[in-house]
């Protein structure tokens, strides 16, 4: 008997006194056709070892042989038309993206008015309530396995619309985001089948009959849930909190980055016609389209919307805090990601896990480093003592030789998502000593993609002013400390005080180790402990990986753990005497 079939029984004991027979529904054939997925997923969320549902292979034959091509097709036949999906009040068409990789996209989608959507989606939940947790769940595992078809449109659709390589666009954009959905759904799962359906209920009255209630339990959804999504990862941040809000019987809204609308359309529409095949109200999942922020304003500050998922930037996500005061937010914002070097056994690894780390998607990731300390004496190394500057430059060098071949370096580096951050970019060369400067690399296949290598710059620790915030992007800081101690204590200060969801560090000191280690919980800040292989510092793992504590000004909440999901849902309950 597997974790799930057991956790049936026990449910079932608690409920009858006695050994069940388990008996799956009929009318619930998607929940019995794929509990065998969610069951994996409660296996690996419990013991947290290395699980995958969906292949991360683009190759892969589970998706047949032809989905790449029939996946860009698809994106290419949507651009220059109106996206297919009608919804409650539409008031115009609106085409809010362009393309990093200078693709001429012009999709369409429809601009509906925030109280129209609301208004629909309160309308469909008394539906999507009545069919149950079994039945919110199969027709959620249903749309996922339906997703996970798709991964190459979504996939190509993601590429697009961010700047990802192709690679990570598949990766990060199909099925690891579809299993943090499905991790998502776990959680959801725990937290709802914890509350049984009933109880009969008996208290003695000494002398006199016991006096005997029959008590009836009710999950229902909070009310309304926003999921405001970001521009460089629109279906890997956004999976969590839609899937979260969906099967634990809330109504929901997705509001996708003006910039990154393309991947949460497709997302929304697969969703749709899942819920709609049942015979359900499909506005139980909406589409928010706007270039007009007062939009987004409006559906946060519903009395309706009792749930924010939020990915972006610390200016809104103040206002969220200030302004969104009737709902639940689970937010992650800006933070500064630190490395620590005191020393290695391993240089040369270090240095390329450091330089991929680095260059992956041009830094655009939210558990990229930024700052890497090192002390000014320098450290020790497998290769002799290597000094603050030498160690700049064989970071440099490193750099170099992963992007020295065009098509490698465009796979990598993937194109800078918007101007700001080339901006940023610009700006980070001016200041402190320059150790590597960036510079344009040209892709074969998008001529006007904006591509650039990352940029190292040199500081001293009291250089604050500059590192204590984020440079979103292709920027690294490599500042000089006093001391290894002080590295630590300056990694743990920016982390407290600016946010993190990630710390590293190298070192084969086992007393200096354990300083790191107390620091990273004081800071509350996943940490990595001399990654040199294939493993890197922003890579999270499925199942297996909190990604942010939640505990720290990053973010305030992680995906996935049981908290992230069980404050969606109430329990109503009913009680009534039972006849003696």
Request: negative net charge; hydrophobic residues 40%.
């Amino acid at each position: 008997m597997n974790w799930f079939e057991q956790q049936q029984v026990d449910k079932q004991k608690k409920s009858s006194g006695r050994d069940p027979i388990i008996v799956w529904k009929s009318e619930m054939n998607w929940f019995e056709q794929h509990h065998s997925m969610l069951n994996d997923a409660l296996e690996a969320v419990a013991s947290r070892e290395y699980c995958t549902v969906f292949s991360e292979s683009p190759l892969s034959k589970a998706y047949g042989e032809s989905a790449q091509a029939q996946g860009i097709a698809a994106v290419q036949a949507l651009c220059g038309c109106d996206y297919p999906l009608q919804q409650p009040g539409e008031r115009t068409r609106v085409a809010t993206e362009s393309s990093p990789y200078g693709v001429q996209l012009g999709i369409r989608y429809p601009d509906c008015a925030p109280e129209s959507l609301v208004a629909a989606g309160v309308a469909a939940q008394p539906q999507w309530l009545k069919i149950g947790v079994e039945g919110r769940m199969g027709i959620l595992l249903e749309g996922l396995a339906r997703l996970n078809q798709r991964s190459h449109e979504i996939a190509h659709a993601v590429m697009l619309t961010t700047g990802q390589g192709a690679n990570m666009a598949f990766q990060a954009g199909g099925p690891h985001a579809q299993e943090r959905a499905l991790e998502a759904l776990a959680y959801a799962w725990k937290a709802m089948t914890d509350v049984p359906g009933q109880a009969s209920w008996e208290k003695p009255n000494g002398k006199n009959a016991p006096h005997k209630l029959q008590k009836h339990f009710t999950i229902v959804g909070r009310g309304v849930g926003l999921v405001v999504g970001c521009s460089t990862f629109p279906t890997w941040n956004c999976y969590p909190g839609l899937f979260a809000s969906l099967a634990t019987g809330n109504a929901t809204i997705v509001k996708p980055h003006p910039n990154a609308v393309l991947p949460a359309a497709i997302t929304v529409s697969i969703l749709r016609d899942v819920i709609a095949e049942q015979g359900l109200d499909p506005n139980i999942l909406t589409l928010s389209v706007s270039t007009d922020e007062r939009t987004t304003q409006a559906l946060a500050t519903h009395a309706a919307v009792t749930s924010i998922d939020y990915t972006g930037g610390n200016e809104f996500g103040r206002w969220l805090y200030a302004h969104a005061k009737q709902a639940r937010i689970y937010a992650e914002m800006a933070g500064v990601n630190s490395i620590i070097v005191e020393s290695t056994d391993n240089y040369e690894g270090m240095l390329r896990n450091l330089a991929f780390t680095l260059s992956l998607y041009s830094g655009q990731m939210c558990t990229t480093p930024q700052n890497i300390y090192v002390p000014r004496t320098g450290i020790a190394t497998d290769k002799g003592n290597k000094t603050f500057e030498q160690f700049g430059q064989d970071l440099a060098h490193a750099v170099e030789q992963l992007l020295s071949d065009p098509k490698t370096a465009c796979a990598v580096l993937g194109a800078i998502c918007s101007s700001q951050t080339l901006d940023r970019l610009q700006a980070a060369q001016n200041v402190g000593r320059v150790v590597l400067r960036s510079r344009f690399v040209s892709h074969s296949d998008f001529p006007k993609a904006k591509i650039c290598t990352p940029a190292i710059i040199a500081l001293e620790q009291t250089d604050k002013n500059i590192y204590e915030k984020e440079c979103f992007g292709p920027v690294t800081y490599l500042i000089a400390t006093a001391s290894a101690d002080a590295a630590v204590e300056l990694a743990e200060a920016v982390s407290c005080r600016c946010g993190a969801i990630t710390l590293g560090v190298y070192s084969t000191d086992t007393v200096f180790l354990s300083c790191a280690i107390a620091a990273s919980e004081r800071a509350k800040v996943a940490l990595s402990i001399n990654l040199t292989q294939g493993v890197y510092i922003n890579q999270s793992a499925s199942f297996s990986d909190y990604h942010a504590s939640g505990a720290n000004p990053a973010a305030n909440a992680s995906y996935t753990t049981l908290a992230f999901v069980a404050d969606r849902f109430v329990v109503v309950q009913r009680r009534e005497h039972t006849p003696t």
